[in-house]
């Protein structure tokens, strides 16, 4: 997609062929307009870390939280006072 197709609506057309020459073409039903991608993703409900948080060596988990927009992966940054931890998912 480009700037162009904003507004606009797709189809998709399709022929066959085989050895003996071309079918008839079959179009698909027209998408949705194309619309503008929203902005930056926007937290509308905070991570949570959780896990034996005060134990060494006990396993961590977070949640991603809630997020306007769509975010296509999410970077984790775990954080301590002593060290910094990055992860992408």
Request: glycine content about 12%; aromatic content about 8%; some cysteine.
């Amino acid at each position: 997609m480009c700037d162009g197709d904003i507004g606009n609506v797709i189809t998709v057309s399709e022929t066959p062929l085989n050895g003996t020459g071309s079918g008839q073409i079959a179009f698909s039903a027209a998408s949705s307009a194309v619309i503008v991608k929203s902005g930056a993703p926007v937290n509308a409900v905070t991570p949570v870390i959780s896990g034996n948080i005060g134990t060494v060596g006990a396993v961590l988990t977070a949640s991603n939280g809630n997020w306007s927009g769509v975010p296509n992966w999410f970077s984790l940054h775990l954080v301590s006072e002593r060290s910094t931890y990055y992860y992408y998912i």
